[in-house]
Each structure stands twice: as structure tokens, then as C-alpha cells.
């Protein structure tokens, strides 16, 4: 448990974000459409914003990602885009010949007001017979994060695809499992298969753009790249056997819609990193399959036990800043606490929801004074870590300059990397998840001591 903190010098009052630790709302539901098989993402409002995600992200991924837009100029801003939008999407029907286009408002287009949903109505009436499958997320980004228009993403795909009428599902052999997760790494969605696959039972993974934001080189390109989820299975998940949704959305939840309307039993769980984490997904899993955890993953576990022996001692009583997303930043927590580090700041730029909690209950062995902060800015957690005076910093990229300031190393995992090469392909999850990131943060503090080490040394 965490104890109460000492007292801090109060900050400065300041009502505005400096330096966010949160990123826009289509951006989310953009990634979260592109894990879906021959979807494309459609941004209603200006070309701006549909620029800004395609390079936030092809920075992080390597890969090239198309984002249409519905393109608002002056004249939309004033009188509406309802022609902008018909047009954006006759185009991008034409050219792109995609499954499904994901539509996802923006800050100018829900600060007009604009009624997509019956501007989708109307469409879908004159173009019944060759529009593709449309799912539409509100995410004005002066609400909430890109976590949050993910989620929002991944509902309305859902409720799209799976209807609301109560009828039977359509009878499959096995017992199918739905697996939702949050944002995570391409890598982590591969290593998500991979688990998945050794139950031996029919699964659906929303999202997956493991394929489609990290494939393969190709001979010549292509505008809808393969990979992501089949539409199919996305239908198949109303006769699941149970869900499994790895994060807490703040909001819209797919699978509360699975439960609720196709009486799918949902259960939410941590992101599995750590071993406590790791234990409770697999132990869901094989609830969910009517079978035991395979063999491959209790070996993989005792690996990762063994690793923790062989590098606490570099690990043990050591500070750490952690930031990102809320579902990666209390998973990160469980995982340092059992490790035997302090998280003595967990910030995440989200509002709201049940952060605070979930990380102070993730915290089962500190009992030093951890400062948890939601609705933070970079700035607010580097004067909370002059105070609390951390030892590294974990997280994103855009932490490097926190590290900076204190002279401290920044461990790099989560969303998004773009000061390295493959941030894409960190592995977070599992077992073997775990145990990569337990290497790496060793190796990062290891390689700051041996930094400042006079002679350096060359044996531990
Ligand atoms: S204007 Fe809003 S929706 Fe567009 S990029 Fe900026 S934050 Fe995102």
C-alpha cells in the first residue's frame, strides 16, 4: 500500500497543458480501424488532421498509413460538411474498393455540430447497394485522449457488425473466445496470436494491425495492405464463449455491448505484463477454452522467474517516473512493484476513470510515498520528480526530455517511439513480454552506472 506523501512546495497555478502526455482522438480510432481487415480510416474535418496522424504514426511504425479525409475548407466549417463527407467517401469507395471505412469525427466537426450519424443514414440510402460497411466514432479531441477514441473505434465496429437484435448466434464448433486489448505493440499482437492459438480454440483479437502497421516488404504497393481482423470473425464474436477485454475503457465498451446484447460474459483484466498480471490472463484464457494453460507458458513463466532472481539485486529499491497510457501505466506499476521497484510517480495525461485506484491496488508491496497523477502534463511530472527524485524514467519517447532534465535514463517502451528504430516491435506482453522488458530495464540501468564508472568495468 501507499503511504501519504510528505508535503511538496505547491506548483505554479496553471490552467493550460504544457507539453501533453496524451495524444488526439482519431488518431486512436484511426490505428484501431486499421486492425481491422480492409478498413479504411476516413478523419470528418479538416486535411490537417488526417497529415498529422499519418506522420505521428508512420514515425513510430515504419509503415505507410492512409488516412482520408472529408476535408473541410471554410465553406464546410460554416455551413456543414455533409457534401465533403459524401464525396470523401464516394472517393475513397473507388479508389480504395476497401470492406469497411471507419469514420471519425474531429474537433471542427463536432464543434459545428455536425449530425454524422444522419449524414450516414442519408448515404447509406442513396448508396445501398455498393456503400462498404461504415462505423462511425464520435472523438472530439478536446474530450478525451487517443485511448479514448480507440475504444470508441472499437464499439462502433462491434455494435456495427454484431447488430443489437437478440436472435442465436450462428452455432460454431469450439468454444470462441473474444480478446480485446488496448494499444499495444505489433509484436505484442503476434505474441497475443501465438497465446491464443496454443488453446486450441476459435478466437477473434480486435484490433489487430500486427500485419497492416508492420508487414512485410513488398514488390509492388498496395493501397489496402492484407492483415487485421475479418470482418467475420468480428461478427462471429455475439456467439462467444466469454470476453476478454485486456484494459478498462473509460467509455463506449465493445464488450459491455457484447454482454448486453448478445449475452457474451465480459471480463476486463490488466495488460499482462508482470507475472501476477500474466497469471490472472492465462488463468481467464483457460477458463474461457475449458482447458489448461499449455506447457510452453508455464516454462516460459519459470524463465521469467528465474531472470528476476539473477537481476533484482540491480533492480531493488530503485525509483521509477512511469507515464503513457492509463491501462500500459498500471500494468507497468504491477510489473516494477513485484520486481522490487518504487513507481514513485504513475502519470497519465487521461482525466477521469478509475486510474488512481487500479494503480494503487497494482502497488501490493511499496510502502514509500508514490505520487499517482491523471490529467498530467510532461511539465507537471518533472516538478514532481525534482521532488520525488526518480531514478529512471519509463515510457514513451517523448519522455526523453524529462530524462534530460533530471540526468537519469529513460527506459523506451509503449506508444509511440520515435527517436529509435523498432518501437513497433517491442514485445510488452506474456511472459516472454515481461521478460523483455526485465532485460531491458537491467541492461538500461546497468549501461547508465557503466556510463559514469570511471574505468568502466566489463564483468557484473
Ligand atoms: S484539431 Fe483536434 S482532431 Fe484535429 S489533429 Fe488537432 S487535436 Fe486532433
Keep these: 500500500m501507499s503511504a ?6 505547491p506548483s505554479a497555478p496553471f490552467t493550460s497543458t504544457r507539453n501533453a502526455c496524451k495524444l488526439c482522438e482519431p488518431l486512436g480510432a484511426s490505428l484501431a480501424y486499421r486492425g481491422i481487415a480492409g478498413c479504411i480510416p476516413l478523419i470528418h474535418g479538416s486535411q490537417g488532421c488526417s497529415t498529422y496522424i499519418r506522420r505521428y504514426c508512420i514515425s513510430h511504425f515504419r509503415e505507410p498509413l492512409d488516412v482520408a479525409s472529408s476535408n473541410f475548407a471554410e465553406t464546410a466549417a460554416i455551413f456543414g460538411g455533409r457534401d465533403n463527407l459524401f464525396t470523401a467517401l464516394d472517393n475513397v469507395s473507388r479508389s480504395y474498393k476497401p470492406r469497411a471505412i471507419g469514420i471519425s469525427s474531429t474537433c471542427l466537426s463536432e464543434t459545428i455540430g455536425e449530425n ?12 445501398a447497394d455498393t456503400a462498404p460497411a461504415l462505423f462511425y466514432a464520435s472523438t472530439p479531441s478536446y474530450r478525451g485522449t487517443h485511448m479514448d477514441g480507440f475504444h470508441e473505434a472499437l464499439f462502433a465496429a462491434v455494435s456495427s457488425l454484431t447488430g443489437s437484435d437478440s436472435a442465436p448466434a450462428e452455432e460454431e464448433p469450439g468454444r470462441r473466445i473474444n480478446l480485446i486489448s488496448s494499444l499495444v505493440s505489433t509484436e505484442d499482437l503476434r505474441e497475443l496470436h501465438r497465446i491464443l492459438s496454443s488453446f486450441g480454440a476459435p478466437y477473434t483479437l480486435l484490433p489487430d494491425y500486427s500485419e497492416t502497421m508492420d508487414g512485410v516488404s513488398w514488390e509492388t504497393y498496395q493501397k489496402l495492405g492484407p492483415g487485421g481482423t475479418e470482418i467475420e470473425d468480428i461478427r462471429k464474436m455475439r456467439g462467444a464463449a466469454g470476453t476478454l477485454y485486456l484494459g478498462h475503457p473509460p467509455g463506449s465498451d465493445a464488450g459491455r455491448w457484447l454482454e448486453e446484447r448478445h449475452a457474451v460474459p465480459l471480463r476486463h483484466g490488466e495488460l499482462p505484463i508482470g507475472i501476477e498480471n500474466n497469471d490472472s490472463f492465462f488463468a481467464a484464457l483457460a477458463d ?37 497510457e492509463e491501462d500500459f501505466v498500471c500494468a507497468l506499476a504491477s510489473f516494477l512493484d513485484e520486481v522490487g521497484v518504487v513507481p514513485v510517480i504513475a502519470a497519465t495525461g487521461a482525466s477521469g476513470g478509475s486510474f488512481k485506484e487500479r494503480v494503487r491496488g497494482a502497488l501490493r508491496n511499496t510502502r514509500q510515498p508514490v505520487e499517482i497523477a491523471g490529467d498530467a502534463d510532461f511539465v507537471e511530472m518533472l516538478e514532481m520528480a525534482r521532488f520525488l527524485k526518480p ?5 514513451h519517447s517523448k519522455g526523453l526530455f524529462l530524462s534530460r532534465e533530471l540526468g537519469i535514463p529513460l527506459v523506451r517502451c509503449g506508444f509511440p517511439i520515435h527517436d529509435r528504430i523498432g518501437g513497433q516491435r517491442i514485445l510488452h506482453l506474456g511472459y516472454r513480454g515481461t521478460l523483455n522488458l526485465f532485460d531491458l530495464l537491467c541492461n538500461s540501468l546497468l549501461a547508465a552506472k557503466q556510463d559514469q564508472h570511471d574505468r568502466g568495468y566489463t564483468y557484473l
Design 391 to 395: 531514478d529512471f524514467v519509463m515510457g
Design 116 to 127: 454524422v450519424p444522419m449524414y450516414l443514414k442519408q448515404y447509406l440510402r442513396e448508396r
Design 288 to 324: 474461457l477454452a475449458g482447458k489448461e494453460t499449455p506447457e510452453l507458458w508455464i516454462k516460459e513463466r519459470g524463465r521469467l522467474i528465474d531472470a528476476y532472481i539473477d537481476g533484482h539485486k540491480y533492480l531493488n529499491g530503485k525509483r521509477a517516473l512511469i507515464y503513457g
Design 4 to 9: 501519504a506523501l510528505p508535503a511538496r512546495p
